[in-house]
C-alpha cells in the first residue's frame, strides 16, 4: 500500500495485467511516442504520460503506436479481441469516439448478440472525459452516457486511484467489451492504494458516505464534490448517503433503490449534458421503483445543455460543482 | 508570376504578424496568462500564407487545431483573435471556441478544428456550395501529416474528386504528429496517394515563400477554371512543441536549431528580396516595428478585456430552439 496518483494507478493495473498475461496488448496514437523519430523513444506515454514505462518493458510489439486512424485501429482492437488478444485501446478524448463510433456501436458491442453468442471480444477502450481543463468544446465532453444507451458495452467511470486501478483490472479481465472513462482531471489526484494486483467486479456500487436524510448517486469526479457536500452537511443536521455506482452499465439498481427507501429523497450528480444522460436515467429508476418511497421530488445537478465553453468564467459556471449539489440536496431536504 | 512590391510587403507583413503573434503566445502560456490547449504554427509561415494570398473574400478555408497561423493569412482581426485565445468578451467567437475553434466565417475561415481530420469533409461541403451557386470560390483544407492518415480526409479526396468539386487539399507535414514522425505514420507517397484519388499534386519546399505561392498560385487557378481538386505536399518543420508544454525530447539534437538557422521562411524571405533589390531592409524592419506594436497592443487589450458574461454559457447552441 502506497500513495499514488490516478495516472499511476491506471498505469499498474496495465502494467501487471500486462505481466499477468501475455495477450494483454496496448495500442494508441502516441501511447509510448517517439515512433519514427530520432530521439526519445517512450517520449510521450501517452498525452498525459499514463501509459509511460510500459513500451520499455513490453516491447514495441505489445505497445502499439498507431498512426491517426481512429476507426481502424479502434476495429482492429476489437477485431484482435474477437480472435484472441486483449486488447486495450487508448481512444485519447472521449470527443474522437464520433471519428469510430461504429466499429464501437454497431460491431464491439453486437457481435456476440448478433453471432447467437459464438463471439467474445474482451476488449478495453480507454479514453478520457470531463470539463475542467480549458480545452473547449471538442476535448471537454462527458460523453458515457452514449455508451451505456448501447446494449453490448460495458462503461466504468471510477471516481479515485482506488477505484481506477481495481476497475481497470477487472475491465482488462472482463470478457465483454469495456468503455473505461477517465476524467483527465484527476490524473494527480492521490490515495492509498494496494501495489498488489486487485479487481473490483462490475456493477456493484461504493457507498462512500452513509446518512439517513438525502441519497446522493454521483459519477466519476462528481463523487468528491458530493463527499464534501455530503461532509459538510452532516455538521449540519442533514445526513447524506453518497453512491458512487463505478459502473454505469451495469447499473447497481438494487443498491440505489435500497437507499432511497430509506431516506425518501434522491439527488442524482452528473457531469454529461442533462438530456438522456445518467442524472435522468437514474432519476427515471427511481420514479419507477421507488416512487412511494419518495419524499420530494428527485434533483438532477447537471451542466446546463450547451456544449461545454471554453472560456474559464464560463466552464466554471458549466461545472456542476460543490455550490450547486448543496443547494440541490437542501432543496430536497426542505432546507432549501 | 511575379508579385509587385505591394504584395511582397503584405506577404512579409502577414508572415511577420503571424510569427510575432505565435511567439508572443508561447511567452503568455509559459507565464500562465493563457489556459487551456495551445498549438503554435510559427516556423510553418510561408504555407499559410502562400497558399492564402491566392485566395480572395469568397474563398474558404478550413485550418487544424494549429490554426492561428491560416486565420491570419484569411484576413482575420489579429486583436480579437488574441481576446478569444484569452477567453475574453469581444473574442472572434466570443471567448466560446478559444485556440483550438479559432474562426471567423465572414472572413471565409470555416474553424481551427479539435478533431483531426475534422476540416476537409467541411471544405467538400464549402466547394459544393461554390459550385452549386457558382460563386466561382474554391475551399481549401489544410491538414496536417497525422491527419492524412484519418478516413475523413481520404474520404473527402475521394468525395471531391469523384464530385469534380473545386477543392485543394493542403498537407502541410511538418515531420510530427504530436511525438510521430510522419516518414513512419504516412505510407507510401503522398503526391502518389492523391494521384491515386485522380488528383493531380505536387510536393514544394514549405520554407520557401515564393515555391509555396507558386505552387498555390497553379493549383488554385486549375481547380478554380473547373479542373477538379488539387493537391499540394509542403515539406516544413514547427518550431515549438506539439502543443505548449510538450518537452519535445522526440526529436533530435539540435534539429529546430538547425531549421531555423538555414530553413527560416522569413530569412530566406528576406534574402531573396533584399538580394534581387525588390525591397530594402529598412523597408522590411519597419513592418517588423509595426507587427511588434500591434501585437504588444492586441495583448494589452485581451488581458483588459472583460470575461465573457454568465448568459453568454446559454446562447449560440442553436439559431431557434
Ligand atoms: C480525431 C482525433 N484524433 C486525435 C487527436 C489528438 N491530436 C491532436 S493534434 C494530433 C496530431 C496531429 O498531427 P498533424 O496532423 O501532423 O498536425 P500538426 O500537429 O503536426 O500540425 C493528435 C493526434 C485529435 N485531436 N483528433
Ligand atoms: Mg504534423
Redesign the pocket.
Given at each position: 500500500m502506497s500513495k499514488k496518483s490516478f495516472r499511476q494507478a491506471v498505469n499498474e493495473a496495465l502494467r501487471d495485467e500486462m505481466r499477468r498475461d501475455s495477450r494483454v496488448i496496448l495500442m494508441g496514437?502516441?501511447i509510448a511516442g517517439g515512433m519514427g523519430a530520432a530521439g526519445e523513444q517512450d517520449a510521450w506515454g501517452g498525452?498525459l504520460g499514463v501509459t509511460k514505462g510500459l513500451m520499455p518493458e513490453f516491447g514495441r510489439e505489445r505497445v502499439l503506436d498507431t498512426p491517426?486512424s481512429?476507426s481502424a485501429f479502434i476495429g482492429a482492437a476489437v477485431g484482435a479481441a474477437a480472435t484472441g488478444l486483449r486488447p486495450v485501446a487508448d481512444l485519447?478524448?472521449i470527443?474522437?469516439m464520433?471519428?469510430?463510433f461504429d466499429q464501437i456501436l454497431n460491431q464491439a458491442a453486437k457481435l456476440r448478440y448478433m453471432f447467437g453468442g459464438k463471439a467474445t471480444v474482451p476488449v478495453v477502450i480507454r479514453t478520457m472525459f470531463g470539463a475542467g481543463f480549458r480545452a473547449a468544446s471538442?476535448?471537454s465532453q462527458g460523453l458515457y452516457p452514449l455508451f451505456a444507451h448501447v446494449p453490448g458495452l460495458k462503461v466504468v467511470v471510477p471516481s479515485s486511484p482506488y477505484e481506477a486501478k481495481g476497475l481497470m483490472t477487472q475491465a482488462i479481465r472482463d470478457d465483454d467489451p469495456v468503455i473505461f472513462c477517465e476524467h483527465k482531471a484527476m490524473y494527480d489526484d492521490q490515495e492509498d492504494v494496494p501495489d498488489e494486483p486487485y479487481a473490483i467486479p462490475f456493477g456493484e456500487a461504493n457507498v462512500t458516505r452513509e446518512g439517513d436524510d438525502v441519497t446522493i448517486v454521483a459519477i466519476g469526479r462528481m463523487v468528491k464534490f458530493a463527499n464534501e457536500v455530503a461532509d459538510k452537511l452532516g455538521k449540519q443536521g442533514i445526513s447524506c448517503t453518497v453512491i458512487d455506482p463505478r459502473t454505469i452499465s451495469p447499473l447497481d439498481r438494487n443498491t440505489i433503490i435500497d437507499s432511497v427507501e430509506e431516506t425518501g429523497r434522491l439527488v442524482v450528480v452528473d457531469e454529461a449534458s442533462p438530456r438522456c444522460g445518467m442524472a435522468a436515467d437514474i432519476a427515471a429508476l427511481v420514479a419507477q421503483d421507488a416512487f412511494k418511497a419518495l419524499k420530494a421530488p428527485v434533483r438532477m445537478v447537471t451542466p446546463p445543455h450547451t456544449p461545454v465553453p471554453f472560456s474559464a468564467a464560463l466552464e466554471d459556471i458549466y461545472i456542476p460543482g460543490v455550490p450547486r449539489i448543496e443547494a440541490a440536496v437542501r432543496a430536497v431536504a426542505g432546507q432549501a | 508570376m511575379e508579385l509587385n512590391r505591394e504584395q511582397l510587403l503584405a506577404a512579409y507583413h502577414q508572415m511577420r504578424t503571424i510569427r510575432e503573434f505565435e511567439e508572443r503566445v508561447h511567452r503568455e502560456f509559459s507565464s500562465g496568462s493563457i489556459p487551456g490547449?495551445v498549438?503554435l504554427?510559427a516556423g510553418?509561415e510561408a504555407c499559410a500564407v502562400g497558399v492564402c494570398m491566392n485566395l480572395s473574400a469568397k474563398d474558404y478555408i478550413a485550418s487544424?487545431?494549429?490554426g492561428h497561423g491560416h486565420c491570419i493569412a484569411k484576413g482575420c482581426d489579429v486583436k480579437a483573435m488574441m481576446k478569444e485565445i484569452f477567453g475574453r468578451k469581444g473574442g472572434l467567437c466570443g471567448g466560446k471556441g478559444g485556440s483550438m475553434h479559432i474562426a471567423d466565417m465572414s472572413k471565409g475561415m470555416m474553424g481551427a478544428?479539435?478533431?483531426?481530420?475534422?476540416g476537409p469533409p467541411l471544405i467538400c461541403g464549402a466547394a459544393l456550395t461554390a459550385k452549386t451557386l457558382k460563386t466561382g470560390g474554391v475551399a481549401v483544407a489544410f491538414?496536417?501529416?497525422?491527419?492524412?492518415?484519418?478516413g475523413t480526409t481520404l474520404e473527402s479526396m475521394n468525395l471531391a474528386a469523384v464530385w469534380k468539386l473545386p477543392a485543394i487539399f493542403v498537407l502541410?507535414?511538418?515531420?510530427?504528429?504530436?511525438s510521430?514522425a510522419?516518414s513512419w505514420?504516412i505510407s507510401g507517397e503522398p503526391v502518389k496517394r492523391a494521384a491515386g484519388f485522380g488528383i493531380p499534386g505536387e510536393q514544394v519546399n514549405g520554407h520557401d515563400f515564393f515555391a509555396v505561392y507558386e505552387a498555390a498560385r497553379k493549383a488554385i487557378s486549375r481547380t478554380r477554371e473547373g479542373g477538379g481538386p488539387s493537391f499540394l505536399h509542403f515539406k516544413v518543420s514547427?518550431y515549438f512543441g506539439?502543443?505548449e508544454g510538450d518537452a519535445t525530447t522526440y526529436r533530435g539534437a539540435g534539429e529546430v536549431d538547425k531549421v531555423r538557422a538555414e530553413r527560416d521562411c522569413l530569412t530566406l524571405f528576406r534574402k531573396r528580396v533584399e538580394g534581387a533589390g525588390l525591397l530594402k531592409a529598412d523597408q522590411l524592419d519597419t513592418i517588423d516595428k509595426e507587427v511588434a506594436a500591434l501585437i504588444d497592443a492586441a495583448v494589452a487589450e485581451a488581458k483588459a478585456a472583460p470575461e465573457p458574461s454568465a448568459e453568454d454559457l446559454l446562447t449560440d447552441v442553436y439559431a431557434s430552439y
Amino acid at each position: 500500500m502506497s500513495k499514488k496518483s490516478f495516472r499511476q494507478a491506471v498505469n499498474e493495473a496495465l502494467r501487471d495485467e500486462m505481466r499477468r498475461d501475455s495477450r494483454v496488448i496496448l495500442m494508441g496514437e502516441d501511447i509510448a511516442g517517439g515512433m519514427g523519430a530520432a530521439g526519445e523513444q517512450d517520449a510521450w506515454g501517452g498525452p498525459l504520460g499514463v501509459t509511460k514505462g510500459l513500451m520499455p518493458e513490453f516491447g514495441r510489439e505489445r505497445v502499439l503506436d498507431t498512426p491517426i486512424s481512429e476507426s481502424a485501429f479502434i476495429g482492429a482492437a476489437v477485431g484482435a479481441a474477437a480472435t484472441g488478444l486483449r486488447p486495450v485501446a487508448d481512444l485519447m478524448f472521449i470527443d474522437f469516439m464520433g471519428v469510430c463510433f461504429d466499429q464501437i456501436l454497431n460491431q464491439a458491442a453486437k457481435l456476440r448478440y448478433m453471432f447467437g453468442g459464438k463471439a467474445t471480444v474482451p476488449v478495453v477502450i480507454r479514453t478520457m472525459f470531463g470539463a475542467g481543463f480549458r480545452a473547449a468544446s471538442q476535448h471537454s465532453q462527458g460523453l458515457y452516457p452514449l455508451f451505456a444507451h448501447v446494449p453490448g458495452l460495458k462503461v466504468v467511470v471510477p471516481s479515485s486511484p482506488y477505484e481506477a486501478k481495481g476497475l481497470m483490472t477487472q475491465a482488462i479481465r472482463d470478457d465483454d467489451p469495456v468503455i473505461f472513462c477517465e476524467h483527465k482531471a484527476m490524473y494527480d489526484d492521490q490515495e492509498d492504494v494496494p501495489d498488489e494486483p486487485y479487481a473490483i467486479p462490475f456493477g456493484e456500487a461504493n457507498v462512500t458516505r452513509e446518512g439517513d436524510d438525502v441519497t446522493i448517486v454521483a459519477i466519476g469526479r462528481m463523487v468528491k464534490f458530493a463527499n464534501e457536500v455530503a461532509d459538510k452537511l452532516g455538521k449540519q443536521g442533514i445526513s447524506c448517503t453518497v453512491i458512487d455506482p463505478r459502473t454505469i452499465s451495469p447499473l447497481d439498481r438494487n443498491t440505489i433503490i435500497d437507499s432511497v427507501e430509506e431516506t425518501g429523497r434522491l439527488v442524482v450528480v452528473d457531469e454529461a449534458s442533462p438530456r438522456c444522460g445518467m442524472a435522468a436515467d437514474i432519476a427515471a429508476l427511481v420514479a419507477q421503483d421507488a416512487f412511494k418511497a419518495l419524499k420530494a421530488p428527485v434533483r438532477m445537478v447537471t451542466p446546463p445543455h450547451t456544449p461545454v465553453p471554453f472560456s474559464a468564467a464560463l466552464e466554471d459556471i458549466y461545472i456542476p460543482g460543490v455550490p450547486r449539489i448543496e443547494a440541490a440536496v437542501r432543496a430536497v431536504a426542505g432546507q432549501a | 508570376m511575379e508579385l509587385n512590391r505591394e504584395q511582397l510587403l503584405a506577404a512579409y507583413h502577414q508572415m511577420r504578424t503571424i510569427r510575432e503573434f505565435e511567439e508572443r503566445v508561447h511567452r503568455e502560456f509559459s507565464s500562465g496568462s493563457i489556459p487551456g490547449f495551445v498549438h503554435l504554427y510559427a516556423g510553418e509561415e510561408a504555407c499559410a500564407v502562400g497558399v492564402c494570398m491566392n485566395l480572395s473574400a469568397k474563398d474558404y478555408i478550413a485550418s487544424t487545431h494549429r490554426g492561428h497561423g491560416h486565420c491570419i493569412a484569411k484576413g482575420c482581426d489579429v486583436k480579437a483573435m488574441m481576446k478569444e485565445i484569452f477567453g475574453r468578451k469581444g473574442g472572434l467567437c466570443g471567448g466560446k471556441g478559444g485556440s483550438m475553434h479559432i474562426a471567423d466565417m465572414s472572413k471565409g475561415m470555416m474553424g481551427a478544428n479539435g478533431i483531426v481530420g475534422g476540416g476537409p469533409p467541411l471544405i467538400c461541403g464549402a466547394a459544393l456550395t461554390a459550385k452549386t451557386l457558382k460563386t466561382g470560390g474554391v475551399a481549401v483544407a489544410f491538414v496536417g501529416d497525422g491527419g492524412f492518415n484519418q478516413g475523413t480526409t481520404l474520404e473527402s479526396m475521394n468525395l471531391a474528386a469523384v464530385w469534380k468539386l473545386p477543392a485543394i487539399f493542403v498537407l502541410e507535414d511538418n515531420g510530427y504528429a504530436e511525438s510521430t514522425a510522419s516518414s513512419w505514420s504516412i505510407s507510401g507517397e503522398p503526391v502518389k496517394r492523391a494521384a491515386g484519388f485522380g488528383i493531380p499534386g505536387e510536393q514544394v519546399n514549405g520554407h520557401d515563400f515564393f515555391a509555396v505561392y507558386e505552387a498555390a498560385r497553379k493549383a488554385i487557378s486549375r481547380t478554380r477554371e473547373g479542373g477538379g481538386p488539387s493537391f499540394l505536399h509542403f515539406k516544413v518543420s514547427r518550431y515549438f512543441g506539439h502543443f505548449e508544454g510538450d518537452a519535445t525530447t522526440y526529436r533530435g539534437a539540435g534539429e529546430v536549431d538547425k531549421v531555423r538557422a538555414e530553413r527560416d521562411c522569413l530569412t530566406l524571405f528576406r534574402k531573396r528580396v533584399e538580394g534581387a533589390g525588390l525591397l530594402k531592409a529598412d523597408q522590411l524592419d519597419t513592418i517588423d516595428k509595426e507587427v511588434a506594436a500591434l501585437i504588444d497592443a492586441a495583448v494589452a487589450e485581451a488581458k483588459a478585456a472583460p470575461e465573457p458574461s454568465a448568459e453568454d454559457l446559454l446562447t449560440d447552441v442553436y439559431a431557434s430552439y
